[in-house]
């Protein structure tokens, strides 16, 4: 019965809640995904708006730091797929989904993922993000593996409420405390107001110059910020 | 072992055994519609039926509404549900005590009660009802109702009886409260999603404003929130001006820039 697996995993994340000082409640859930799940070797919860702007809330570790930048910097992969549809997404083998995600698989690839599984984060209608799962190893998942994560992802829901509820209640900014990328937000406006173009299209071209040069987004915002590149050579 | 002469007393241990199961498969049944989205009268109605099944009576669930009037929220059967009717059209009755006391009420031989509640008990007598329970449901430190239950013999129930229809009587409770804090998580979703936004929105807007004028980001961040507070606008509500087009960069930084 899911009764059962829900407090079971339950109590695996407030073990870790408790072994990480009691902060952090979404990165708890993501390490009870690294220790529950055979085949996990990361996970991420990260939140997205209607509008396409991110905020990484929890990571297991900075590898899976990088793999939600990476696709952010992209623009597509499993995560994204998953927001979009509002279903989990399951990847055993990233190899054979090079032309459903090309730049995602090519360089998740060159970083080590073989596996990605990931779950929306829904609240009735409301969609705020995912819960993302990569694994060093391709592979099946077992039903159980599964059902456990389905649990998890609605763990991992309720830490990101949670968090956002006690931030609010002690009138913390838990945007500022999060994992954003306020500087890539403020970047985009940059180059908008610089030439005189929309949002999105100075937003494309912030992408296109990142992947062009081989760097994340996060980098190249804060060389945009900084006056030390005004994008000229991405055409 | 097994092949011995049984012992006396068995078939009444496989008859409490036999309620065990049922009052776990009840709970099991009840629980699970619990932890997903459910309908709250569809829980109320199992709720019903599984004590009538364990407890081998008929049973019902009262509530009080917003109105303060007895509303009758779930019957195991049409009788269970005419007896749970009486106590609302005559406001008297073991779970209109219940509701105001907030205590367990216990009837075990109804023929005594005229005195206590005269309409009540002369009709229920009638339907063919001999004793009466009624068990409190709470929401915090307020009744709001009770699960009763209706034996056509006079019946004296037993500690483990009465502790299986406290817990039915909380999930009962569970099952009301539930979707309010669901409409809360609900609002919080959206709060959470509509805070990200405008914070996104004002990055849009610092970064636009520095990008039109010569102010670096940190300046422009600073000129953004002194100007919303001189024309006494939420800085998001500038930020959306400012990214829609309606005001011009310039208006907003003036005074801040180089001449």
């Not at chain 1, 797929?81 to 989904?97: F, K, T």
């Not at chain 2, 409190?136 to 709001?144: G, K, L, N, Q, S």
Request: aromatic share 4%; with cysteine.
């Amino acid at each position: 019965m899911s009764g059962e697996r829900r407090v079971r995993l339950r109590r695996v994340v407030a073990a870790l809640l408790d072994a990480r000082g009691g902060t952090g409640r979404a990165t708890a859930v993501c390490d009870a995904c690294v220790s529950v799940l055979s085949g996990t070797d990361a996970a991420a919860v990260s939140l997205r708006t209607p509008s396409g702007a991110e905020t990484v809330l929890g990571a297991s570790d900075d590898w899976a730091v990088s793999l939600e930048e990476m696709q952010y910097t992209v623009g597509e992969g499993p995560g994204l797929a998953a927001h979009e549809s509002g279903r989990p997404v399951l990847v055993d083998d990233l190899g054979g989904e090079a032309t459903r995600w090309p730049a995602f698989v090519d360089a998740a690839q060159a970083a080590g993922v073989r596996s990605v599984a990931t779950f929306p984060l829904r609240m009735g209608g409301i969609r705020l993000g995912v819960l993302d799962l990569y694994g060093r190893h391709s592979g099946v998942p077992t039903g159980d593996a599964v059902a456990d994560a389905v649990v998890l992802a609605e763990l991992a829901l309720s830490a990101v409420l949670d968090h956002v509820s006690r931030a609010e209640g002690r009138g913390e900014d838990w945007i500022a405390a999060a994992n954003s990328y306020k500087e890539v937000n403020i970047a985009t406006g940059i180059i908008a107001g610089r030439l005189g173009i929309s949002l999105t299209d100075a937003f494309a071209r912030l992408r296109a110059y990142a992947f062009a040069q081989e760097r994340t987004l996060r980098a190249v915002a804060a060389d945009v910020v900084a006056r030390r590149t005004d994008l000229e050579e991405s055409g | 072992m097994s092949d011995g002469p049984q012992p006396p007393g068995d078939a009444y241990a496989d008859a409490v055994d036999d309620q065990r199961n049922t009052m776990v498969a009840v709970f099991a049944a009840v629980t699970a519609h619990l932890v997903d989205e459910y309908d709250a009268g569809a829980v109320l109605d199992l709720i019903a039926e599984g004590s009538a099944e364990v407890l081998q009576a008929d049973a019902g669930i009262l509530l009080r509404d917003a109105g303060g009037d007895l509303r009758v929220a779930a019957a195991s059967n049409e009788s269970a549900r005419l007896a749970e009717m009486l106590q609302s059209h005559t406001d008297e009755g073991p779970c209109v005590d219940t509701i105001s006391t907030g205590d367990l009420v216990r009837v075990a031989d109804l023929r005594g009660a005229e005195r206590r509640w005269p309409l009540f008990t002369t009709a229920t007598l009638r339907v063919g009802y001999a004793s009466v329970y009624s068990v409190p449901v709470h929401v915090e430190d307020e009744t709001i109702g009770g699960l009763n239950l209706f034996c056509r013999t006079s019946t004296v129930l037993g500690d483990e009886q009465i502790r299986f229809a406290r817990v039915l009587a909380d999930l009962a409770a569970l099952a009301l409260t539930q979707p309010s804090l669901r409409h809360r998580r609900e609002q919080l979703a959206e709060r959470t999603l509509a805070t990200l936004n405008d914070r996104v929105e004002i990055d849009h807007a610092v970064g636009l404003l520095a990008g039109a004028t010569d102010l670096d980001a940190a300046q422009a961040a600073t000129v953004l929130f002194d100007y919303a507070r001189r024309v006494r606008l939420r800085p998001v509500d500038v930020a959306r001006a400012l990214v829609g087009g309606s005001l011009p960069p310039r208006d907003v930084a003036v005074g801040h820039l180089a001449t």
